[in-house]
C-alpha cells in the first residue's frame, strides 16, 4: 500500500517544532501492503516500553490506572529518507558534503531531540470524521530485514506518542506520495570487518530503549532515552570456523550494510560493532547451518553509526 490506496487511506506526517503540539500533515508516508492497512487505535497493544510517573527505579504503570500511553507500530519500507527523519530524533547528525553521519548522543545528552518530533495522521479521504492522529511520536525501535526470497527491506517502527485522537479532520494536510525508492536485498553490499560476503537473508533490531516521562502529569512530558540495544542475524553461505572462533574468544568484528554508492543520493551504510551469540552448528562440523545471531559490542575504534544520503 502507498501513500494513498484504493479506500481513500492517506497518510501524513509533519514535524512539530514544540513537543506535543500537533501539527498538519506535510509529505505522505508508505505502508506496507502485506501489513494490512496499518491503524492508529487507542487501546492497540503497547509499545513494550516503560512510562515512568515519578516513581524510582525501572518501574512501569502499564497496570496502573492513569493517563493515556499511545503507542504505534508501522509496517514500512527502508528508504534513506525515512531512516533520516528517524534518526533526526534519537542521534546527532553531521553534515558530509550532501549527505549526513549520524553518531549517538554523549554525555548527558540524553533527551530525544523535541523539535523533532513528529505527527502522525491516518486520513480516510471517503469519511473525514474517522481520521485518526498521533501528536508527539518518538521512535522507540526499528525493525530491518530482508532476503534473497522477499527482496524489499521491510522497516518496522515503533513510535511512542503523547495524545492520541480518534476523530480529526486531515482534509488540511498535504499527503503526496513519497517520490523516494525504497530500498532491495539485490541492493545490498554487507561486510564483516572489510571483507564483503554473500548474504541470504538478514534481520536487525535497533532499540534506542526511549522511556516517556508523565510525572504525575496529563501527557508526557518529555522522552528519554535508555541504552542503545542492536540485535539480529545474518545466513551467510560460507562455511567458517572464524566465526566459531570469534564466538568462542568473544572476539569482535565490524559489521556493515551498504545500499548505494558513497556519497550519492539513495545511499544508506549502517555499521555495528557486533559480537557473535552462539551460533548453530551440524554435529561434528563447522559448517554453520543458520544464522548467526549478532548484538552490539561498544568497541574503542568503532561505535555505532549510520551514514545516508537522500
Not at 240 to 245: G, H, N
Amino acid at each position: 500500500m502507498s501513500s494513498i490506496s484504493p479506500k481513500g487511506i492517506v497518510w501524513g506526517y509533519g514535524i512539530q517544532s514544540v513537543l506535543g503540539t500537533g501539527v498538519a500533515a506535510t509529505s505522505g508516508l508508505r505502508v506496507r501492503r502485506e501489513g494490512g492497512i496499518a491503524d492508529i487505535k487507542s487501546g492497540m497493544q503497547p509499545v513494550e516500553a516503560p512510562i515512568h510517573q515519578g516513581r524510582w527505579g525501572d518501574s512501569s504503570n502499564e497496570r496502573f490506572a492513569g493517563p493515556a500511553r499511545p503507542s504505534f507500530s508501522m509496517p514500512g519500507l527502508l528508504r534513506p529518507g525515512l531512516m533520516k527523519l528517524l534518526l533526526d530524533q534519537v542521534m546527532v547528525p553531521a553534515a558530509d558534503g550532501s549527505g549526513f553521519d549520524y553518531t549517538l548522543f554523549t554525555g548527558t545528552d540524553c533527551i530525544a531531540n523535541a523539535d523533532k518530533a513528529l505527527t502522525i495522521w491516518r486520513t480516510n479521504q471517503l469519511a473525514s470524521s474517522k481520521d485518526k492522529r498521533l501528536v508527539g511520536a518518538i521512535v522507540k525501535s526499528i525493525k530491518l530485514g530482508s532476503s534473497s526470497t522477499s527482496q524489499k527491506v521491510t522497516c518496522d517502527i515503533e513510535f511512542l506518542g503523547v495524545s492520541y485522537s480518534g476523530t480529526e479532520d486531515g482534509s488540511g494536510g498535504t499527503y503526496t506520495v513519497p517520490t523516494e525508492n525504497f530500498l532491495l536485498h539485490s541492493g545490498l553490499t554487507f561486510k564483516v570487518g572489510a571483507v564483503e560476503h554473500k548474504v541470504a537473508e538478514w534481520d536487525m533490531t535497533i532499540d534506542f530503549g526511549v522511556h516517556g516521562i508523565l510525572d504525575n502529569d496529563s501527557a508526557i512530558s518529555e522522552f528519554i532515552l535508555g541504552p542503545l540495544k542492536v540485535e539480529g542475524s545474518v545466513k551467510v553461505p560460507w562455511a567458517d570456523a572464524d566465526v566459531v572462533t570469534d564466538f568462542e574468544s568473544a572476539g569482535e568484528n565490524t559489521l556493515t550494510w551498504l545500499w548505494g554508492t558513497d556519497g550519492s543520493s539513495g545511499e544508506l551504510l549502517l555499521t555495528v560493532p557486533a559480537q557473535y551469540n552462539e551460533p548453530s552448528e551440524d554435529t561434528g562440523e563447522e559448517r554453520l547451518r543458520q544464522e548467526i545471531p549478532f548484538k552490539l559490542a561498544e568497541q574503542s575504534g568503532q561505535a555505532f553509526a549510520v551514514e545516508l544520503e537522500v
